[in-house]
T-cell receptor
């Protein structure tokens, strides 16, 4: 079945860039998503990319999609302490989203 | 304010005691779903509903029931909870099932002793 994999932890210094990686197996996915979960809260959609795109930029966020390798990444420029959270990538349609295991981003001063 | 509301926020119960976690959305969304979140496993879909009286199993439906009698409500029912159902549960909704943003509730932390 479909599978989405992420590394579990990432630690970066404040002001540096963060890159969170994700690999997926379903090549038919039309949408790929990044969600953010802050402590004690539900998930919030950060951004998404259509499968026919290679890159999407939204302020400090850059999403890169390598369809050949089925690899998705989220780059956060100028990482701040408020970016500390768990980040989930997901693939599929909204009624059948497959989530990754989540990457816990820790930002230290 | 547009939101998905889950209750309760925290629940501790014992094995076999039936419980219901409520979920309500005020956005007139057609699609609603339930997920459970476990460490190292991410979110896994339990059940989803495309509209009133239309429900379907997700990836981990065993031990759970749902109903969708009204558009705004989608309760999750555990008829006989077991310790392996200890988890963080999220309800979510969206206008349709075609790729739009999912709106999540704040979660229900359930512990089954």
């Amino acid at each position: 079945g479909e599978d989405v994999e992420q590394s579990l932890f990432l630690s970066v210094r404040e002001g540096d860039s963060s890159v969170i990686n994700c690999t997926y197996t379903d090549s038919s996915s039309t949408y790929l998503y990044w969600y953010k979960q802050e402590p004690g809260a539900g998930l919030q959609l950060l951004t998404y990319i259509f499968s026919n795109m290679d890159m999407k930029q939204d302020q400090r966020l850059t999403v890169l999609l390598n369809k050949k390798d089925k690899h998705l990444s989220l780059r956060i420029a100028d990482t701040q302490t408020g970016d500390s959270a768990i980040y989930f990538c997901a693939e599929g349609y909204t009624d059948k989203l497959i989530f990754g295991t989540g990457t816990r981003l820790q930002v230290f001063p | 304010e547009a939101q998905v509301t889950q209750n309760p926020r925290y629940l501790i119960t014992v094995t076999g005691k039936k419980l219901t976690v409520t979920c309500s959305q005020n956005m007139n969304h057609e699609y609603m779903s339930w997920y459970r979140q476990d460490p190292g496993l991410g979110l896994r879909q339990i059940y989803y509903s495309m509209n009133v009286e239309v429900t379907d199993k997700g990836d981990v439906p065993e031990g759970y029931k749902v109903s969708r009698k009204e558009k705004r409500n989608f309760p999750l029912i555990l008829e006989s909870p077991s310790p392996n159902q200890t988890s963080l549960y999220f309800c979510a909704s969206t206008p349709t099932g075609g790729g739009e943003k999912l709106f999540f509730g704040s979660g229900t932390q359930l512990s089954v002793l």
